[in-house]
């Protein structure tokens, strides 16, 4: 079964540096990756998404992910942080098989100094 | 694009009564959405899979009579939280899958936050 795990529980960074979560996964095979960004008390909006092909991916909000396979990674970068980027961040990993489920990792929230 | 409303977003309700949660995709039909549940500070613990026109696939712990889902439309599931009672109070969040690819991300609605008394 997949897994995903995100090892920072907070991550505080100043306005304007630049910003990277991790993300690592388990699974057999090829897997689906995602990166979501949930604001207190709202749902969860999806930032980017890795099938296949480019390892480099682009989201919205400036974000991009990497995946590398030999890590088992899927790290969330961001050259320049803004003070609304605080949230709370998801990664989480979908399988290839008929099962539908997404795992979800336990989130990153990131602080933004001022 | 792939907008999931959610409704309502809050609820305050007395224990013992059964509350109706409403997750509808606005500009696209879902054949799959599912149902989460969010304790505080923590990840999203799935529910329940709810496909249009069949049963729902509840995970592993959830009740089923307990949380009653029905997915009777492309656009509309809805959850009952059945004779809630405070442990029941959480933060529920609904998500709709754009298309039947499984490899499809999944949108989220803006979540409901029950409280029981």
């Known amino acids: 079964a997949q897994s995903v795990t995100q090892p920072d529980i907070h991550i505080t960074v100043s306005e304007g540096a630049s910003l990277e979560l991790r993300c690592n996964y388990s699974y057999g095979a090829t897997p689906y990756l995602f990166w979501y960004v949930q604001s207190p008390g709202q749902g969860l909006q999806l930032l980017l998404k890795?099938?296949?092909?480019?390892?480099l991916v682009q989201g919205i909000k400036g974000f991009e992910a990497e995946f590398k396979r030999s890590q088992s990674s899927f790290n969330l970068r961001k050259p320049s942080v803004h003070w609304s980027d605080a949230a709370e961040y998801f990664c989480a990993v979908g399988s290839m098989n008929r099962d539908d489920k997404i795992i979800f990792g336990k989130g990153t929230r990131l602080h933004i100094l001022p | 694009g792939a907008v999931v409303s959610q409704h309502p977003s809050r609820v305050i309700c007395k224990s013992g009564t059964s509350v109706k949660i409403e997750c509808r995709s606005l500009?696209?039909?879902?054949?799959?959405m599912f149902w989460y549940r969010q304790f505080p500070k923590q990840s999203l613990m799935l529910m329940a899979t709810?496909?249009?026109?069949?049963?729902?696939?509840?995970e592993q712990g959830v009740e089923k009579d307990k949380f009653l889902i029905n997915h009777a439309s492309l656009t509309l599931s809805t959850l009952t939280v059945t004779s809630a009672h405070p442990e029941d109070s959480s933060f529920y969040i609904c998500?709709?899958?754009?298309?039947?690819?499984?490899?499809?991300?999944?949108?989220f609605g803006d979540g409901t936050r029950l409280s029981i008394l």
């Open positions: 500009d696209f039909q879902a054949t799959t």
């Open positions: 998500s709709a899958r754009v298309g039947p690819l499984y490899n499809q991300p999944q949108h």
């Open positions: 890795y099938f296949s092909g480019d390892t």
């Open positions: 709810s496909n249009e026109g069949s049963k729902a696939t509840y």
